[in-house]
């Protein structure tokens, strides 16, 4: 197994996933308004919110996304860009996923004509659990200003809601709620 699916299959970081329980839920506002205003500040025609399960990357919002994945809400891990972002913990930018030996034959560059891509990492208790991205169908440079933006935006709103959701359920099962981390 490669380091990426390592870190992705983490016991821990799946069981913290499954805590916030967010996987397979409906779309909510607080999300839909945060993946909009990042579509807006970035000027791109999609932004996400994933969640990085085992086998497969749920939306918790989409943007702009093509059917039939606005629809599922979901894509296999293999057509995942944001599994490098939660593995790395860090920033993910890629300018021209047709020209990157990472990415060129991922399956979403043709079917989801994803040709560039930014995303930061969602983090909840030190785990990341999925990313805020945007997505544009062209060659793009991303500006540090916008890479500055995305990693704002979450801590700002998706963030408080992600923690909120984790708290609660934590408290449901009888454990104390952990204080969010700063970087959330």
């Known amino acids: 197994m490669s380091e990426l699916l390592e870190i992705v299959h983490n016991l821990n970081r799946l069981a913290e996933l499954q805590r916030v329980a967010l996987l397979d839920t409906p779309p909510e506002e607080p999300f839909d308004r945060l ?34 994945w606005h629809t599922r809400r979901e894509t296999p891990l293999n057509y995942s860009f944001c599994k490098h ?38 983090t909840l208790s030190g785990y990341a659990l999925g990313t805020l991205c945007v997505i544009d169908c062209e060659p793009r440079a991303w500006s540090y200003d916008e890479v500055q933006t995305l990693k704002t935006l979450p801590s700002a709103r998706c963030g408080r809601s992600i923690c909120a959701r984790g708290c609660a359920n934590r408290t449901k099962r009888g454990a104390a709620p952990k204080r969010a981390p700063t970087d959330f």
Do not use: M, W
């Not at 300018?95 to 930061?120: Q, S």
């Open 85 to 122: 972002a939660v593995a790395q913990h860090e920033p993910l930018v890629v300018h021209d996923a047709r020209r990157d030996p990472t990415f060129r034959d991922n399956p979403a560059v043709r079917e989801l004509n994803i040709v560039a891509y930014a995303g930061v990492p969602l």
């Open 35 to 68: 993946t909009r205003l990042a579509t807006r500040l970035c000027k791109t025609p999609v932004g996400l919110v994933s969640l990085v399960d085992r086998d497969r990357q749920f939306f918790k919002s989409a943007i702009g996304l093509p059917e039939p």
